[in-house]
């Protein structure tokens, strides 16, 4: 070194923090890209992006290359740096000291942590970059890995912490969902749909069904213009038919059928009954994914829930299903797509039919789901009795008024919008 001037001799000294830099960096960018995203490239035919991944499959011999390299050169810009110390101020211990303690303060502020920010807040473009530049390094330094990962390979197998596949870095439904939503770059609705696709493995046909007593249906003993009546004003192309109880359904008529033998002439109870067909029976815990591909392979489009006991518990159709996925979209009866909201003092009436996963998803609410599944349900398991027009009471952090009662069940409740501290609160 007494062959190089001192101007030289800083210049190598910078040149070693930079590459000390860079392979910090290295480090950071390859460990915290995204590997879906660098797949995506890959797959578009992306090279940078092809390269980072083949790196990251190997993730030993890549970390391996990173270390050593910068162990290498963080050595010889501390000798360096206490040779220049040397030549300038002399030997005198305290000399060196602070020699020392100036490199360790350049290594950690321009080659370790700044690169290491830059690197961690632009670590997909960087990884692109770098790929290209550790490739080379790896094949270089090939031999010295192999014998050191030989040492490394031996103290993992005595510690029992064997290298993690490619299944370590896969995603569970909650961390997709957790993705999905801090994807601002997706729309929001398309946001919502692909959320609720997730909710699909967690409910079950009770939650997205029509409750019985707002079934639809025809009672084929009714008098025959009451019938013709009902089938003329209906909004469903498909209707349960009964005898005397609506619990016994006897088959589903389809309009269509019904259409075709009208416009042959008139018919009657008779000709009605030979235009049913056999209902689809649907086990109340089965799950709605799993109850959507039943659907596509039985080429069915509607069948009633029924209970461990085989009573009729509510009807699901696929169109049911399918707005558990994008919202309510069909037009059905008129006044049931409207979606529910506060008004301007801040309460809303609803039915204590309405389901309580549709007054979260609506009002932004925060109802149990884990028992009943209606509004009606949940008042009486909370009163464990019917209670009276204008009883009011608090669930959770909503305050409930008891508007009507009929029929051994809650009709209209008036909700009050919780106090935005009001959660908190609760939870103090």
Known sequence: MDDLSLSTELGILALLLALSGFFSAAETAMMASNRYRLRTLAQNGHRGARLALQLLAQTDRLLSTILLGNTLVNAASATLAGLITVELFGEAEWILGAGTLAVSMLILVFS???????AANHADRMSLVFSYLLIPIMMVTSPVISFVNIFVSGLLRITGLHRSGE?????SSDELRTVLESAHSIPAQHRTILG???DLEHITVVDAMIPRRNIEAV?????????????????????????????????ILHQRRLLVQSLKGEWDRETLRELLVEPYYIPAGTRIYAQLQFFKENRQRMGLVVDEYGEILGLLTLEDIIEEIVGQFTTGMPGNT????????GTALV??????????????????????????GLILEHFEDIPESGVSTRIGDVTMEIVQTQDRSVRMVRLYRPAPSSRADDDG
């Not at 370790?112 to 830059?118: A, L, R, S």
């Not at 009546?229 to 006897?250: C, F, K, M, S």
């Open 167 to 171: 299944d370590s870095h896969a995603l």
């Open 351 to 376: 039915e204590g039919g309405c389901s309580l996963r549709e007054l979260n998803r609506d009002l932004g609410l925060d109802l149990p789901l884990e028992g009943p599944k209606t509004l009606n």
């Open 196 to 198: 609720n696709l997730f």
């Open 338 to 345: 409207q979606r529910l909201s506060w008004d301007a003092s």
């Open 219 to 251: 009672d084929l003993h009714a008098p025959l213009e009451d019938i013709r009546q009902q089938l003329a004003t209906g909004y469903h192309t498909r209707i349960p038919v009964y005898e005397d109880d609506p619990g016994n359904v006897i088959g």
């Open 112 to 118: 370790e942590i700044t690169p290491k920010v830059v």
